[in-house]
């Protein structure tokens, strides 16, 4: 039995360079850092959150904008819109990827008026986002025994 539809799997495909690429620069979950890999009851993975939900969920596939970093427990939970609803999953998305946080983007992504959440609604998260571990905010690529930053 097949895992995904042929239109699915053309949408994996199409994404799939960038999503790597994603995944690379962020090894860590957005929410709990590196917490997740210190309790045995969650998976050891990593998975890749669209904030974006049913039909809107295809175009925010491709769309990084639309996307977090989250260990399976965080991401099983993302999926609950009472204890993360998009507001506080963009507060996050503001935190570790700031470069490519846009509220007006995935509220149209989300087939939504460009102020449906407002960026005082999101701020009103950035309390709790100061209580995340800030350990890193993305992965140090290393070449050649050398950080990326560093000079020769």
């Given amino acids: 039995m097949r ?9 994996n495909r199409a994404a799939a360079s960038a999503r790597t690429e994603f995944a690379t620069e962020f090894d860590f979950c957005f929410a709990c850092t590196d917490e997740w890999k210190r309790n045995l009851a969650i998976p050891y993975v990593l998975d890749i959150h669209e904030m974006a939900r049913g039909g809107s969920r295809k175009v925010a596939m491709g769309r990084r904008e639309c996307w977090l970093r989250a260990c399976r427990a965080h991401h099983v939970e993302m999926g609950n819109l009472g204890v993360w609803p998009i507001s506080r999953q ?5 935190l570790r990827d700031p470069a490519f946080y ?4 995935v509220n149209r992504i989300r087939g939504q008026a460009d102020d449906s959440i ?3 609604e999101v701020s009103q998260w950035d309390a709790e986002m100061a209580d ?5 905010t993305h992965r140090t690529i290393r070449t050649q025994g050398r950080s990326s930053g560093e000079r020769r």
């Fill in 102 to 105: 846009d509220r007006v983007t």
């Fill in 118 to 120: 407002t960026e005082e």
């Fill in 132 to 136: 995340i571990p800030r350990g890193r």
């Fill in 90 to 94: 963009l507060a996050l998305k503001k």
């Fill in 3 to 11: 895992m995904f539809s042929d239109k699915r799997t053309k949408l």
